[in-house]
């Protein structure tokens, strides 16, 4: 059977927001888009792979077919039955840091999958928006950072066993809900971290976590005031602690100052959600970190320019 192709010349630019995973109690289901934002071009051009990267990553990620834009869109193409043009051109422009927890991964993931779609589509209507939302949070292996990259604000994903895909819900953030992020020097990968979790949990974890998520959604949508005791979590922080010790105590040294503080996806760096007050007099413990106030991302993945039908 032929497979659609995707004509010489086309192009497409996206951008894209960082995110943060888990939110304390929320593993691997709840997400928050952050206002950090990658930028990748893609362009059918030539017969060859070219990739170009400035900022994080660059002299780093590697430039040919196992970068992981590339390797996103070919996912996307497969599911479509679109065959891959033989040149292509991407650039790639990362405010957002790799390893720290800022979902760089899922947001180069979602991107690649964004632009490989509209590259076929033009325009991402609300079906392609699942679409990409679905391949991207496979590839990713949970939906937590991908969802909060497509959608932007807070997020609550799911896998559907009926449609056998990823779907997510986007609650509406309390207005006056925001974020700062403590970012540090140093990085943890992700698969680092999850090898530090156990395969089971108690069922009295298990339950004080899903009392505290779905006491979060009633904080980050009706009542901020409760923030505090709604990022509190049994599932993954303490069982990480000797990955990101300098993180858990800055976590703890924040929660005891009524911060709602938490580590931000599989760590190391630190989020505090809060209304704005709360949020002004925070400051770095030292020069390991660097202080954020990016806010939230109120957008997901955006095509900013096409030149598809
Ligand atoms: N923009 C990007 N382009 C290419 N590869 C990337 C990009 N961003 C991340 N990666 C790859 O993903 C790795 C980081 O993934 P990892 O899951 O460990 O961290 P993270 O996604 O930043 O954090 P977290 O998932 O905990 O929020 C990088 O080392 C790099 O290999
Ligand atoms: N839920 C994931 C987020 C990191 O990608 C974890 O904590 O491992």
Excluded at 104 to 111: D, E, G, L
Aim: hydrophobic share 45%; net charge negative; glycine share 10%.
């Amino acid at each position: 059977m032929s497979r659609n192709v995707i004509e010489p010349g086309r192009h497409v630019r996206v951008d894209v927001p960082a995110s943060s995973a888990n939110l304390g109690p929320g593993f691997d289901s709840l997400g928050l888009g952050i206002e950090i934002r990658d930028v990748v071009e893609a362009s059918v051009e030539g017969d060859r792979l070219i990739i170009e990267v400035e900022g994080a990553g660059a002299g780093e990620v590697p430039l040919d077919d196992r970068h992981l834009v590339h390797r996103s869109m070919l996912a996307l193409w497969e599911r479509l039955e679109v065959e891959p043009p033989a040149g292509l051109k991407l650039l790639c422009r990362n405010e957002i840091p790799h390893s720290r927890g800022l979902g760089s991964s899922a947001s180069a993931i979602v991107a690649g999958v964004a632009a490989a779609c509209a590259l076929v589509r033009g325009e991402l209507d609300d079906d392609s928006i699942t679409l990409v939302n679905d391949v991207a949070s496979a590839l990713e292996g949970h939906p937590d950072n991908a969802s909060a990259s497509v959608y932007g604000g807070f997020t609550s994903s799911w896998f559907d066993e009926q449609d056998q895909a990823w779907r997510t819900a986007r609650p509406g953030l309390h207005p006056d809900v925001d974020v700062a992020v403590f970012v540090p020097g140093f990085t943890l990968s992700t698969d680092k971290a999850r090898a530090a979790l156990p395969a089971q949990v108690t069922l009295a974890d298990a339950a004080r976590n899903a009392g505290r998520a779905a006491l979060l959604v009633h904080a980050l949508t009706t009542d901020p005031g409760r923030l505090l005791p709604a990022t509190a979590d049994w599932l993954h922080q303490e069982n990480r602690r000797p990955a990101y010790p300098a993180s858990m105590a800055l976590v703890d040294s924040l929660r005891g100052h009524g911060h709602a503080a938490f580590i931000s996806g599989a760590g190391p760096t630190v989020l505090v959600l809060g209304v704005g007050e709360s949020l002004r007099d925070l400051s770095a413990p030292n020069d390991d970190w660097i202080l954020l106030r990016p806010g939230i991302a109120t957008h997901g993945v955006r095509v900013v320019s096409h030149n598809s039908r």
